[in-house]
RNA sequence: GGCCCGUUCGUCUAGGGGUUAGGACAUCAGGUUUUCAUCCUGAAAACAGGGGUUCGAUUCCCCUACGGGCUACCA
């Protein structure tokens, strides 16, 4: 019998949520809605002391942000609750009780400096990896080597103590992987790995498992860093006897540095200046804002279909996927085994795809904002045509205003390049001539202005790729822009002429 | 170091025992445009190396190299 798909999303409010992370939501939401299943939100939310304020509220909107929406969660509720793990710390605790109960998990008192004099021990020894595990647990300090009396009057004494698994001595553990196929450990690359700590809460490895079972989870859809230890968590299904609803595996391959090596970070995002997390984050200890992809004018539908590509492919050579389309094409058959480096140009290109596929009121209304924001009144005519100059020419919404800010307001620089290549006597007289016929031009508009450009062209024999971009400089300050005619007649006779004679002011003779 | 996972154009990838190894982004060139961008056309660009297996291997197996992950009372 096929039970319901239920996968979950179980990020650590440790911080912003990493672009990484969001790649893994996705996924999980995809695989949900592919097979009408349920995506679960949990909040892992254990180690008290990485807790960040806020991080789970960013968790939240950000998925809020990218239409990943929550069947069951902190927020929304659901049969399987609570979905915080600080709130299960009960739960854990019982059943952690029935592994030492079953004689698979044991108490340990060792103290942080005894554990590492433990390593150091082995090192010394060329132990290759010094560990806690079923050779060195025999001359620690824990129940199995303890004598009971001794055991319980630490216990009494309220000796710190965890509670660590009990890992068998040689054994192959082996898992089924729907990306990789089998993989296989040893039981000796283990440890006996600590599943309760001294503060009585669960580690990520019993926690994980314990919700995981509770929950109903039938897939684990995680990051790949997980491998190493997923048969730590099949040996704690085997011991808790609910190794046959244990959920499938599905390891995902990790985002990477843009060149060099290492795991994707914020750093490199910082150095290159990219966005590697969704939404603008204020880091509450420093106080340091980071910019997000949503304010960097990334659309929530391209970073998905960007994020969707990074690591899975569909069967034919599509690439624009609508997140129904995404749903609809999703197999984690189709997910890769290696790893990717992170390459944000192909990024900017969705969101241009994106953006000019908006219909033109949602356009303009990136610009009637940004008109707003900057205090500039103007009637919506003019924005509505400045809007079509500029609509082929944006990636990001904030384009309109960046690009398309002269047509509102006067150049305050201008550009050097054109100005050092293009500003000679001949193209000065030529403004100044030019400007002296705009005075009485009747009426302004392109292609009178044009014609009207191209007859002096022709008397003063000049080419006209010497004076445009001199015309253009002294109206807008830049170098490149939309079709110079159009922009002229809507920014306005006047105005116009009171451009070029700031120009010709402020730049009396060619330098 | 040990254990585990991986390796097709610069990047994301398709493919798979016999292919002109396909696409997208980026790059470059040509066209369009007064310019830049867009748009159109085109070009350059890859099976990590070595052994097997096979009539034949980029595809299957092994080794090496390289990359990545894990190796905490973090997740």
């Not at 806020?54 to 509720?77: K, R, S």
Request: proline share 5%; hydrophobic share 40%; aromatic share 10%.
């Amino acid at each position: 019998m096929e039970r319901t798909v239920r996968v979950r999303f179980a990020p650590s409010p440790t911080g912003a949520l990493h672009i990484g992370g969001v790649r893994t939501a996705l996924y999980n939401y995809l695989f949900a809605k592919k097979y009408h299943g349920k995506f679960i939100l949990r909040i892992e939310d254990t180690d008290q002391m990485r807790l960040v304020p806020g991080a789970e509220a960013y968790i939240l909107h950000t998925l809020q942000w990218l239409g990943l929406e929550v069947d069951e969660g902190p927020i929304q509720g659901g049969t399987f609750g609570p979905y915080r793990q600080s709130e299960r710390t009960k739960i854990y605790q019982e059943y952690a009780a029935q592994l030492i109960a079953k004689g698979k998990a044991y108490y340990a008192f060792d103290t942080p400096e005894e554990l590492n004099a433990m390593r150091e021990r082995l090192k010394a020894a060329r132990v290759t990896a010094p560990q806690y595990n079923t050779v060195s647990r025999e001359w620690m300090k824990n129940s199995l080597v303890l004598p009971k009396e001794e055991v319980i009057a630490m216990q009494q004494a309220g000796v710190p103590c965890v509670i660590r698994m009990k890992t068998p001595h040689q054994e192959d553990i082996r898992f089924h992987d729907l990306i990789r196929g089998w993989v296989k450990m040893n039981t000796t690359a283990l440890d006996d790995k600590v599943l309760m700590k001294s503060d009585g809460t669960p580690t990520y490895h019993f926690a994980n498992v314990v919700d995981d079972y509770l929950m109903q989870i039938t897939h684990v859809i995680r990051g790949e860093e997980w491998i190493p230890s997923t048969p730590i968590h099949v040996l704690l299904y085997r011991y808790l006897g609910w190794e046959t609803s244990m959920p499938q595996f599905a390891h995902l391959p990790l985002l990477l540095k843009p060149e060099g090596t290492g795991k994707l970070s914020k750093r490199d995002a910082d150095e290159r200046g990219f966005a590697i997390f969704p939404l603008t984050w204020k880091d509450p200890t420093s106080g340091v804002y980071t910019q997000g992809f949503r304010e960097k004018g990334y659309l929530p539908e391209a970073l998905l279909n960007f994020l969707a590509l990074l690591g899975w492919s569909p069967s034919n050579q599509q690439d624009i996927f609508s997140k129904e389309d995404l749903i609809k094409a999703f197999t984690i058959e189709r997910i890769g085994k290696s790893g990717i480096k992170f390459d944000i140009h192909k990024a900017e290109w969705f969101n241009q795809r994106y953006l000019r596929a908006k219909p033109d009121e949602v356009l303009v209304a990136y610009l009637l904002k940004a008109l707003e924001e900057n205090e500039i009144t103007d009637t919506q005519g003019k924005a509505l045509q400045v809007f079509r100059l500029m609509k082929e020419r944006v990636t990001f919404p904030q384009d309109f205003w960046l690009q398309g800010k002269f047509f509102f307001t006067k150049p305050t620089v201008y550009d050097e390049h054109i100005l050092k290549t293009k500003w000679t006597q001949q193209t000065r007289s030529v403004l100044q001539k030019f400007c002296n016929t705009l005075k009485t031009l009747v009426p302004f508009k392109d292609d009178v202005i044009k014609s009207t450009l191209e007859r002096l062209i022709e008397a003063e024999s000049i080419k006209i790729n010497q004076v445009m971009p001199i015309v253009r400089v002294a109206l807008t300050g830049l170098g490149a822009g939309p079709d110079l005619m159009q922009s002229m007649e809507l920014i306005g006779q006047k105005e116009c002429l009171s451009r070029i004679e700031t120009f010709l002011e402020q730049y009396p003779s060619p330098c």
